[in-house]
């Protein structure tokens, strides 16, 4: 049995031997063209790998990656402030306890106010030690 190859270069080709779909002309108007991080040029950011020659770096899963950590970091950042409104609350409800135990010396409706502010303190408490769990567990999720 003879194999006779006429043309060497399309076994050759880096593109087809990965898969990869042939280099194409860039669209310059396009406005999801990325610089690639490997080679340094031009791609589109939702191809799965750069096409550039005999570049392969996957660039949708690359940029993916960089807009996860982005939005990670604006929900680290969202949970910061709530966590940090939920002390001052504490801190409000706890100073209204304080002044309610104050009043009910005077007047037994302080007592009332007492045991409410105190409760709220340990809502808002109980809500920022939650939500200080979620912030801790922000660095160690994993990308999926």
Known sequence: MDFKIDNVEQFNNINEAHFH?????IDKNSPHIVICPQCGGESYRFNEYCYNGKCTFGI???FDYQEWQEKEQRRKAL???K???LVIFTLMGFVTCLLGLYLGSLHPVG???FFVAGYL???FNKAGQHVEKEIKEIGTEEYK
Do not use: D, G, M, T
């Open 21 to 25: 779909q042939p280099e194409k002309a």
């Open 60 to 62: 949708k899963q690359y």
């Open 79 to 81: 949970l910061q402030k």
């Open 83 to 85: 966590s940090q409104r």
């Open 111 to 113: 007592y009332f106010v």
């Open 121 to 123: 303190a340990l809502v």
